[in-house]
């Protein structure tokens, strides 16, 4: 399809739709992007409240713990009142963490949906815990492992939270608010694991490495907190860190550190510990709080940036579509309407109307110089019209003139048609009566009197072939009815003989089938016979292997075993080199802290080894028993099978030569049915052909008689009757 079989209003309908529709698009799309981002930094808000819900259950949570612990530690002698103030000042954010739950769920994400439902399950097990609590039902272990879970399961929560909601320019303060929550948590962790060493007076070795360890991972977690900051904030965080309680806390630390594991901390004040721990914890919260406040103002801004940006791009997009719009309708009233009236009128003049009403137009585009011409064009047609008249009217008279002279001599034409007409009509009536010795004698027109003349020709013709047709048929029937008498004789000789030999046949037919089928089992016996001493045969070396390969599998046992016990010593060396790492680490202090962190690491994988190593031993060791008693089994199976074998070989020959006799007595009888069958198809064949020409004797018969009667209907010259008469005498 070409460009100039459309319309110009389509195509001018195209030309301003396919910039719209673009302008249109690119409008959708920004307008689009605009308002997701808008959504986006207003779903920064909801998520910044939940964080600051979370976070607010979280610290609340750690103080709960503190008192929790104190009070089973104390066995309900202290600690009573400052566990209600604690649970107390939980109970707001416990409140909203209904709808925190219902927003991770919104979120849609898979991980966050988890996170939710395992921080569901945790949160309905907390009033047990309290009331458990209450009633000294549960060691300080236990609540103290509760209460931990459920704030790592928050932060945790926190975090993932964080990095599915945020965007760019907030998801950096997000991750730095979840690093300084848990720097928060490990310094709570540290205050009680403190308190409890400076109450006994001694570090605790099961939990010590835990304590050294706690130092490195709250300063790590500041300094990634501090480096996600942007650069002008930076600095303020981190001079408000270092305060008077920080200090006083790392002081304590060191002191505590000095003497290492064996160190004496009756000398330090466990009330001052606290105090401090306290109070720094709390400017951690108040700076976590700041933080979250910094990222609820920037979403703030993000929010009104999108929509401000939102309300211009949608004005600037009104604007050009009106302007558009008006100049696509100023088009259609100054191009299409006019072309639309021109096309009609070329329409009207091709249907051969003149008299049309052409639009005026002053204007001096291609539009109005196009309705000039179209005027012109009228006028001349106007012209040309008259003209074709007044021709068109001299033709219709010469036209009559001609078709008065063709008229008569169509009339003469007809005259003579109509006698040479008649005349064969009687002609054709006499013929259909058997008068065949009809002629006709008054000659046609010259242009017709051929016909006449080649009737005549073609009745003389019909004369001689029926005269000679007459005789021939006569003869025919005599020597129809003497083949048939002839043919019934032979055909009920031949139908004795065949019905002999079917007898035979099918008696012999009866005999080869049986002996054909005592044959055919006698070799299928053979056949399984054979195929039951090849499976004996594959399965005594089926078994053969299978002794092999169990001796195969005894002797790698016992070189597995020797393996484990070499990985049994190496991992018994090294649980004392990691013992012996362990305590020069404690010696060393501050500077073997993190070394000591990991021979403890050492030590715990050396004893899993060790364990492992000892239960595959066992393992190995029952297994190469097992084995040793499917040898037994396996011997005493293939010595059956040999036996089974010998006995299989046995009915195999006589099997054979059974099959070998049959053979040779269906082949004779083979031989004999098939030399009788074909005896009996070629009776049966001669009988046919006898039958099938006596039927076709005593047809021709039945034709001739037919033919004869037929012959006698027409009516032969009297002269051509006797001619033939002689020449048949």
């Known amino acids: 399809m070409r460009l100039t079989d459309v319309s110009v209003t389509w195509r001018l309908a195209v030309a301003l739709a396919i910039p719209l529709l673009a302008l249109a698009g690119l409008a959708y799309v920004e307008i689009n992007t605009t308002f997701t981002a808008y959504q986006h930094a207003r ?48 109970a707001p954010a416990l ?74 320019g907030v998801v950096g303060k997000m991750m730095a608010y979840n690093l300084l929550m848990n720097a928060k948590e490990v310094a709570g962790q540290e205050r009680n694991l403190g308190h409890t060493f400076i109450a006994e007076g001694r570090f605790d070795e099961a939990h010590y490495l835990d304590f050294v360890g706690m130092f490195g991972s709250q300063k790590s977690l500041i300094d990634q907190y501090l480096e996600l900051l942007p650069d002008e904030e930076r600095e303020h965080y981190r001079e408000s860190l270092h305060t008077s309680d920080s200090e006083m806390v790392e002081n304590i630390r060191s002191k505590m550190m000095v003497g290492g594991l064996a160190a004496d901390l009756s000398s330090l004040d466990d009330r001052e510990w606290l105090e401090r721990s306290a109070r720094r914890i709390e400017r951690l919260k108040e700076l976590e709080n700041e933080t979250l406040g910094t990222i609820v103002v920037d979403a ?105 002279a063709a008229e008569r001599e169509r009339a003469e034409r007809a005259a003579e048609i109509a006698d040479a007409v008649e005349q064969l009509a009687r002609g054709l009536d006499a013929l259909s009566s058997g008068d065949i010795g009809f002629r006709l004698t008054r000659a046609f027109a010259p242009s017709l ?63 080869t089938a049986a002996m054909s089928s005592a044959t055919q089992r006698a070799e299928e016996a053979g056949l399984l016979v054979r195929e039951a001493t090849a499976t004996t045969q594959k399965s005594g070396a089926v078994v053969s292997d299978t002794v092999k390969a169990m001796h195969h599998i005894e002797q790698s046992s016992g070189q597995i075993g020797q393996i484990i016990s070499v990985i049994d010593e190496i991992a018994f060396q090294t649980n004392l080199l990691a013992l012996n790492a362990g305590v020069e680490a404690a010696r060393a202090g501050e500077s073997g802290r993190g070394f000591a962190v990991v021979a403890q690491e050492v030590r715990e994988l050396a004893q899993r080894s060790a364990t492992a190593a000892r239960e595959i031993k ?74 099938e020409a006596s039927a076709a004797t005593s047809s021709v018969a039945t034709e001739a008689d037919r033919l004869n009667a037929q012959v006698a209907l027409f009516k032969l010259p009297l002269h051509e009757h006797g001619a033939r008469g002689r020449e048949a005498a």
């Open 95 to 168: 409140a909203r963490m209904d709808q925190v739950l219902a927003d991770m769920k919104a979120e849609g994400d898979a991980t966050l949906i988890r996170h939710e439902e395992e921080l569901a399950a945790v949160l309905a097990k907390l009033p047990q815990m309290r009331a458990d609590t209450d009633a000294l039902k549960i060691a300080p272990q236990e609540a103290f492992i509760f209460y931990t879970d459920l704030v790592h399961r928050l932060m945790n929560v926190s975090r993932e939270f964080s990095l599915i909601a945020g965007s760019r």
């Open 300 to 404: 703030g801004m993000m929010a009104e940036e999108e929509y401000q940006h939102l309300l211009r791009v949608a004005g600037v997009t009104s604007t050009v579509l009106t302007f558009a719009c008006f100049f696509a309708i100023s088009l259609s009233l100054t191009v299409v309407r006019p072309l639309r009236k021109l096309t009609r009128t070329m329409h009207d003049l091709a249907a051969g109307q003149i008299e049309v009403d052409l639009l005026q137009s002053e204007s001096k585009d291609e539009i109005g110089q196009m309705g000039g011409a179209v005027r012109q064009y009228i006028a001349l047609a106007k012209a040309r019209m008259l003209k074709e008249r007044e021709d068109q009217e001299e033709a219709e008279r010469i036209k009559r003139a001609a078709e008065q």
């Open 449 to 511: 009197d051929p016909l006449r003349t080649s009737f005549n020709g073609s009745m003389e013709r019909l004369c001689g072939v029926m005269s000679t047709i007459r005789l021939s048929t006569g003869q025919l029937h005599g020597g129809s009815q003497e083949l048939q008498l002839a043919a019934d004789d032979l055909a009920r000789r031949t139908e004795r003989q065949a019905a002999a030999l079917e007898e035979a046949s099918a008696s012999i037919t009866e005999i």
């Open 618 to 691: 066992a393992l190995i060791n029952r297994s190469a028993q097992e084995v040793e008693a499917g040898v037994r089994l396996v011997h005493e199976t293939g010595d059956t099978l040999r036996g089974i074998e010998e006995h299989v070989m046995k009915i195999n020959e006589r099997v054979s030569a059974i099959a070998a006799a049959a053979r040779q007595q269906s082949a004779a009888l083979a031989e004999i049915s098939q030399a009788v069958s074909q005896m009996d198809q070629v009776t049966q064949q001669n009988a046919a052909m006898v039958e």
């Open 43 to 90: 779903h920064l808000g909801v998520v910044s409240a939940d964080l600051g819900v979370i976070g607010d259950f979280v610290h609340a949570l750690q103080s709960e713990r503190a008192e929790a612990v104190g009070l089973l530690a104390a066995k309900g002698e202290a600690h009573r009142a400052e566990l209600d103030a604690s649970r107390q000042q939980a």
